[in-house]
């Protein structure tokens, strides 16, 4: 009866390839985010999709993508990874009204 | 632009003890303010949340505290166990919370000893 959960938990791929995180809530919640946690556990906001709409895209190469197909969903999609994607990816989900976030438990990605 | 920083970076205590850690940040102008535990190898779990109109808020052997005007909150943890070692982050929204934007501090790693 997991909140937010994200599939894989572990992703091990080579430079290069292409990769996709999924992360579904089953919450209801209005606004989902995808975090990022590099190797010094330094975690920093990625993307927000609210209503399909991308309404944040900080400093991120345009290799990452989101892609939302409904409310309940938002992936993360990644081309061409590189050394420097190794890290831990959160997905989290928000109310519309409340300012509480929800978190997944993570996907450790490593590329090699 | 937001940025929250936390101290100590790590601390140890023996069990039993009362403890306090640090948060600050730069923007005042936030609705809220949020408190995580993380757990090696886990996500996040939400410990307490204090809007801008309350100056504290409790669970349990929890209690965080809020002051925008000094850009400070502080979690304190009452009789501290094992099971309360973990990594407990802050996080302050971005643009006065207005899109949830969280920004995150690098987090205290408390471990406390039995």
């Known amino acids: 009866d997991t909140a937010v959960s994200q599939t894989p938990k572990y992703l091990v791929t080579q430079m290069g390839n292409d990769k996709s995180i999924k992360c579904e809530q089953n919450l209801g919640h209005d606004t989902m985010y995808w975090y990022k946690q590099d190797s010094k556990k330094f975690l920093k906001i990625m993307f927000s999709?609210?209503?399909?709409?991308?309404?944040i895209n900080e400093t991120v190469p345009n290799r990452f993508s989101p892609k939302s197909p409904d409310k309940a969903h938002l992936n993360l999609h990644i081309n061409s990874l590189e050394l420097g994607d190794s890290a831990v990816y959160f997905c989290a989900s928000r109310e519309d009204g409340s300012y509480e976030q929800y978190f997944g438990p993570g996907t450790r990605l490593t590329v090699t | 632009k937001q940025e929250v920083t936390q101290i100590p970076a790590a601390l140890s205590v023996p069990e039993g003890e009362n403890l306090v850690l640090n948060c600050s940040f730069t923007?005042?102008?936030?609705?809220?303010l949020q408190w995580f535990r993380q757990d090696p190898g886990k996500g996040l779990t939400s410990l307490l949340l204090?809007?801008?109109?309350?100056r504290e808020q409790t669970s349990g052997r929890l209690n965080a505290s809020l002051d925008k005007s000094s850009g400070r909150s502080t979690l304190y943890i009452a009789a501290s166990q094992p099971g309360d070692s973990a990594t407990y982050l802050c996080a302050a929204p971005d643009y006065g919370g207005s899109q949830g934007n969280l920004i995150f501090g690098k987090g205290t790693k408390l471990s406390v000893k039995p």
């Open positions: 923007d005042s102008a936030i609705y809220n």
């Open positions: 999709y609210n209503n399909k709409e991308l309404i």
């Open positions: 204090i809007q801008s109109s309350q």
